[in-house]
């Protein structure tokens, strides 16, 4: 059974940053997902939309739930929506009026674009020396590619992850999750936490960038060390692992199932559990460096063994000898699974439109609690009214 979230309150779960004011004027994934999980955290985020569609994911679909695509309703759960053309005289207007209460901007405006110009951070960080700006770009402020535009898959593919992915030889692929988009969010919400923290110390704030790019070759980690000491270029390998083996996908005789052997203890397990005790000091494979080295040897003796199983069998054989091991599960069996709703990790929050709306929690924990889902995502222009009446423009007399 799925949790439902009723209110800032429900659950009395904490909000580590109740009283952090946010105004998001990003939008598409990697602004939004930094922006949504600021709410869950307790942060009170506005969102400023286009009056004309607003953000452009809103439109993204099929599937839509109501009015709005699932892809909009994924990344913008606790915000209050508000239409304003930040173009406009007026638009700028109310902008700098709730400026001066916010504590963060978060903003993905396309390099050397109008409104990077109107809202140039130099400028607004003499008017509001507190506030600290997110600025999440495609390629980083500098060097040749600063002022181009981009989406996720360009990262991927400009960031190396697409090499990486696929079988060898293959055509290269896209991982299967945004990690250009959401690699960006992560990073630069760790980034705006510091800032905080350092704004705590100092009282000014500070302009915090990060990019799509950047942040995968961040996410390069081993691949990256395994370069710079070879000097050979990484190629994709499957599911297979270039500095650890067996750790990677095998076919059982109905499907397939993962394999992760982190060091020779496990090995000797699982030449056990298969019946290949033979296997365990065999100079090819007896240590990881030798089972590595011989990776195409070893992938044709596991499988072999493999095959004569399925995947249930083999999970069930390899847990008993401590070989860590798992099936490929898909989404659906993943949310219906006991141990996602023991961890409470699929939230339910009441749509004003549509009724209620699952959705997947804030995974981290404080002091055993998970924060609350305060709000659902909003219609567009929802919360216009109610957040700009204290920003109306005075009536001329």
Request: hydrophobic share 40%; glycine share 10%.
């Amino acid at each position: 059974m799925n949790i439902t979230d009723h209110g800032p309150d429900a659950g009395r779960s904490p909000a580590p940053l109740a009283g952090i004011r946010v105004l998001d004027l990003s939008k598409i994934l990697a602004g939004p997902y930094a922006t949504m999980s600021l709410a869950d955290l307790g942060a009170d985020v506005t969102k400023i939309e286009h009056p004309d569609g607003g953000d452009p994911t809103r439109s993204w679909g099929p599937p839509f739930v109501g009015a709005d695509a699932t892809y909009y309703l994924a990344v913008n759960r606790g915000k209050k929506s508000v239409t304003v053309d930040l173009k406009s005289e007026e638009g700028r207007r109310i902008i700098h009026e709730m400026l001066a209460e916010t504590d963060v901007v978060v903003e993905n405006f396309k390099p050397g674009s109008g409104l990077q110009k109107i809202f140039d951070y130099a400028e607004l960080s003499e008017q509001y020396p507190h506030l600290i700006v997110l600025h999440i770009s495609a390629f980083g402020e500098d060097g040749p590619l600063r002022d181009e535009p981009g989406y996720d898959m360009i990262a991927q593919a400009a960031g190396g992850l697409m090499s990486l992915t696929g079988e060898p030889g293959g055509a290269p692929m896209k991982a299967g999750f945004a990690m250009g988009d959401l690699g960006a969010a992560l990073f630069g919400l760790v980034g705006l936490l510091a800032a905080l923290v350092e704004r705590a110390r100092t009282g000014r704030g500070q302009y915090v960038t990060t990019s799509l790019f950047e942040c995968q070759l961040a996410l390069h980690v081993n691949w990256a060390t395994n370069y710079f000491a070879t000097g050979q270029r990484p190629q994709a390998m499957g599911s297979a692992h270039p500095n650890l083996a067996p750790y990677q996908a095998f076919p059982a005789s109905d499907g397939h199932f993962v394999v992760a052997v982190g060091n020779d203890t496990l090995w000797a397990a699982l030449c056990t559990a298969i019946g290949r005790d033979d296997l365990t000091d065999d100079p090819r494979f007896r240590h990881n460096r030798d089972r590595v080295e011989n990776h195409t040897l070893l992938e044709e003796e596991l499988a072999a063994a493999f095959a004569t199983g399925t995947v249930e069998q083999w999970c069930d054989t390899l847990t008993a000898h401590s070989v860590p091991v798992s099936p490929i599960r898909h989404l659906d069996e993943i949310y219906a699974d006991p141990h996602t709703q023991a961890l409470g990790m699929i939230r339910t929050v009441p749509h004003p439109t549509v009724g209620p709306l699952n959705q997947i929690a804030f995974p981290v924990s404080f002091a055993g609690r998970r924060p609350s889902m305060t709000s659902a995502p909003p219609v567009l222009g929802a919360d216009t009214d109610e957040v700009l009446a204290r920003h109306r423009a005075p009536a001329a007399t």
